[in-house]
Structures are given as C-alpha cells and as structure tokens.
C-alpha cells in the first residue's frame, strides 16, 4: 500500500504545473525593485490603549521582579549554546 501511495506521489511530482520554473518579466523585476526601496516603518502609531497596555506590562514585570528576564534568558541560552557538547554539537 504505501509503495502505491509513494508511486502515486512521484507521478504527481513529476506532472505538476509548479515544477515549471517561472522567470520574472522586466516588469516585475522593477516593481520588486521599487518596494524594496521603500521604507519599512510602521502604518501608525500606538493607541492610547495600547500605550497604556504596553506601560501596565512593565509595571507589572517590573513589581514581579522580571524585567530585563528575556535579555538575561537570552544571554543564558547564547552561553549555553556556545558551550554544547555531543548531540546538537556544530564543528
């Protein structure tokens, strides 16, 4: 069954429109060309409540003893990952 299955797959793969590739027109390349160009900044600013929301997050991190938890998280694991040793292990 799954030798069929597999078949049915491989034939699939070897018909199929995507396998065609495509080359972009002039065209496209210019207007690709253009948006990346453009600057990338954000459609507007924060609300009032999501300003307050973001400053209530730090409130509340900071009286819960967390702020700055992530960079320090961050850190641990960078260290962590710079120092492993058997299976994971980059040569």
Sequence with gaps: MNQERNQEMSEDRETSPNQDRTVPTPATQDAEGDEAAWAHV??????????????????????????????????????????????????
């Design 42 to 91: 954000a459609d507007r600013g924060p609300t009032p409540d999501e300003e307050r929301a973001a400053e209530e997050a730090v409130e509340s991190l900071e009286s819960e003893g967390r702020r700055g938890s992530v960079a320090e998280h961050y850190e641990q694991m960078t260290d962590i990952g710079a120092h492993v040793s058997g299976e994971g292990e980059i040569d």
